[in-house]
Structure formats: structure tokens, C-alpha cells
């Protein structure tokens, strides 16, 4: 019985020795790390809409209270420009409320 349990706990530490993966080579941890801060950095490219709409609202006449009134216009523009589209919400419900006056003046034809 003895022999068993020893040849039981041998082989589990056995086992769990060879699970044991080796560290990689320092050389490919570094490509990894390199490939990640690459990905990282092609990511926040970008700046988005709000920095973008920021930056050209400051270029729009230098800066401090004597420009006030030109970044605000110009804050202005790009507001306009970004919302010319209403998007399809709008569009439908606009051509909802159409069908719907649509449909009111029809009855009122019907009931004179």
C-alpha cells in the first residue's frame, strides 16, 4: 500500500512538472510587447469626433476673449454640418406625421 502512495505521489509531481510550460525566449516576449504598444498606438490615432470638432473650433481664430465670437461660430458650422442629416428616426417619423395629415385630410373629404 505503501508503494502505491509513493508511486501515486511521484506521478502526480511528474505530471505537474511537464504541465509546466517553459518561459518563452526573451526575444519573442519583446516582439509580442513591440506588436501590442504598435496596436495600442494605431488605435489612439484617432482622436474622434468631440477632440476634432475641439481643435477646429480653436483654429478657427486664435484664442482668449477676443475670439470668442469666431470660435463660437465656428463651433456653430460644425454643428450644422455634423447634424445636416436628421438620420432615419427623424425621416421616418417626419414621413409618419405626412401620412398622417395626409390621411386627416382625406376623412375630412369624405365626411363633407
Known amino acids: 500500500m505503501k508503494k502505491l502512495l509513493v508511486a501515486l505521489v511521484a ?5 505537474a512538472g511537464l504541465a509546466q510550460s517553459a518561459a ?3 526575444d519573442a516576449k519583446a516582439a509580442t510587447t513591440k506588436s501590442k504598444q504598435d496596436q495600442v498606438i494605431g488605435t489612439t490615432t484617432d482622436k474622434g469626433y468631440t477632440q476634432r470638432a475641439a481643435d477646429q473650433a480653436a483654429q478657427a481664430q486664435g484664442s482668449g476673449a477676443s475670439a470668442k465670437e469666431a470660435r463660437r461660430a465656428a463651433s456653430r458650422a ?5 447634424t ?3 438620420g432615419y428616426t427623424q ?5 409618419s406625421a405626412k401620412a398622417a395629415e395626409a390621411k386627416k385630410k382625406e376623412q375630412d373629404k369624405v365626411a363633407k
Open 24 to 26: 518563452p525566449p526573451a
Open 78 to 82: 460644425n454643428v450644422q454640418s455634423t
Open 91 to 95: 425621416r421616418a417619423a417626419d414621413e
Open 11 to 15: 506521478g502526480a509531481f511528474a505530471t
Open 84 to 86: 445636416a442629416d436628421k
